[in-house]
């Protein structure tokens, strides 16, 4: 679910621009001249990193903790 609003926020078809969501702060990063002046809106992509590679660790130490066939 995070990285569908996240993936539709940054496309634009999701959360617009006064709201806050890490799709939209990527959006805002997408332009060379806005990273070049505030380059803590890069902030949000090791957010989304971290979250994705947490949630996929997770589940793998699952599906081999209930491995039957171990």
Not at 8 to 37: D, H, K
Not at 42 to 51: E, M, Q, R
């Amino acid at each position: 679910m995070i990285i569908g609003e996240t993936s539709m926020s940054f496309l634009g078809l999701g959360i617009r621009s006064p709201a806050t969501s890490w799709g939209v702060l990527l959006q805002e990063a997408q332009e060379i001249q806005n990273v070049a002046l505030y380059p803590w809106k890069l902030i949000p992509l090791v957010y989304v990193i971290i979250t994705v590679l947490t949630f996929n660790f997770f589940g793998d130490g699952l599906r081999d903790a209930a491995d039957p066939y171990k």
